[in-house]
């Protein structure tokens, strides 16, 4: 592909010099991350829970990463109007099976998120919401800022853009709020707040929508009992079960600077999620703090340079839908990381591209190929000036 020439006016040749390579090559680091995390971590708990091959869960997931790479590259070749289409049609999609998922979803440890198709297997269709929310509140939004600003110059404008985005995100956090997945609210919550803050909304407004966010919190600390187990769990250890947490901070104290080495890590064999949500203790036990910092310096270089980018866009739209993905992105892999190293309570939230998981692995890449095509340059400018 460096071959290409700038005067190349092929989509690919247009894709190649327009697309923010720097951010594709941390992205796709981390999609091998993946791959290398999975040989580690997972043949000891495939064994451990009698699958047919030991290298079952492996298969699985590289088909996956070379679906989400393809689905990564696909969707940063899409125009700004593109992206927000398919925003708007993956929100309404991921609306109505997550309302399926309360009718005729699976039950797993108490809550009803996933729904087992014909060919596609177990799917979680809130984890679609994410990114494609994010999209359509950045455009709900950034059209309720222009209305605004048309009926102040006394043009007629009455498209309640603010409004919709409102109603959209109660409609979502009433659909997370029964399954119930407490945490998936929570981050569709934070990244609803940044982007209006972004917008530069009514600082009241902005404060209700926190207060609310903070109340929810609390509320879902006294009306779900999963929630205040962890969260007690978290404040007093010896109030309840942290079997996951303490194997995952001696991993981590097992593995010191470089690490045990590939293959020597020990709690692989013993931690149930140790090729999900406890993926990062893997990666501390086997490669060490060393390289557990390469994986949290790809992650905040994505963010920064994402938000630095953006410093040069006027697309209201452009700005407000990037910062939602890069928000998304950031916050799931420090809620994840966290986690694993008992800074917050623990959240079944998968790390990007590293742990095992197909709903997950896809909507990330969504996400981000998403981005990646918002912030395309053309002509010196970002994609979102000429759309």
Not at 45 to 72: C, K, N, P, W
Not at 285 to 312: D, K, M, Q, T
């Amino acid at each position: 592909m460096m071959a290409l020439s700038r005067a190349d006016n092929s989509v690919l040749g247009r894709w190649w010099w327009t697309v923010d390579r720097w951010t594709l090559a941390a992205l796709l680091i981390l999609i091998g991350f993946g791959y290398v995390m999975l040989l580690a971590a997972s043949p000891a708990v495939a064994e451990r829970i009698g699958m047919a091959s030991r290298y079952g869960f492996i298969f699985r997931q590289v088909t996956y990463l070379l679906i989400a790479a393809a689905i990564l590259f696909g969707t940063s070749l899409l125009s700004v109007r593109g992206v927000r289409r398919v925003a708007l049609l993956g929100c309404v999609v991921a609306i109505l099976f997550t309302g399926l998922t309360l009718v005729m979803g699976v039950e797993i440890k108490g809550a009803r998120r996933w729904l087992n198709l014909p060919l596609l297997g177990s799917l979680q269709p809130s984890e679609f919401l994410k990114p494609c929310f994010a999209v359509t509140a950045a455009w709900l939004i950034a059209e309720g800022k222009t209305a605004a600003l048309q009926r102040a110059a006394g043009l007629h404008a009455r498209f309640p853009g603010i409004a919709l985005a409102i109603a959209l995100f109660g409609l979502i956090a009433l659909l997370l709020k029964s399954q119930p997945d407490i945490g998936m609210l929570l981050v569709v919550s934070a990244v609803f707040l940044a982007q209006f803050f972004v917008a530069g909304l009514n600082l009241f407004v902005v404060g209700i929508v926190a207060a609310m966010g903070a109340a929810g919190a609390v509320g879902a600390y006294f009306l779900f009992s999963h929630v205040r187990s962890r969260v007690d769990r978290f404040l007093d250890p010896s109030t309840g079960d942290n079997y996951q947490v303490m194997r995952a901070m001696e991993a981590f104290g097992h593995g010191g600077l470089f690490g045990a080495g590939p293959g020597e890590g020990r709690v692989k064999n013993v931690l149930p999620d140790a090729h999900a949500d406890f993926v990062f203790a893997v990666a501390g036990e086997e490669f060490g703090l060393v390289v557990c910092l390469v994986i949290l310096s790809l992650f905040a270089f994505v963010v920064i340079r994402g938000l630095l980018r953006l410093l040069a866009e006027n697309d209201l739209f452009v700005v407000l839908a990037s910062a939602g993905l890069l928000t998304q992105f950031g916050l799931q892999a420090f809620v994840n990381m966290a986690s694993s190293l008992h800074l917050i309570p623990t959240k079944g939230m998968t790390l990007p591209f590293v742990s095992y998981g197909g709903s997950s692995v896809f909507a990330i890449a969504l996400g981000m190929g998403m981005l990646l095509a918002l912030t395309r340059r053309r002509g010196g400018r970002l994609a979102g000036n000429e759309a």
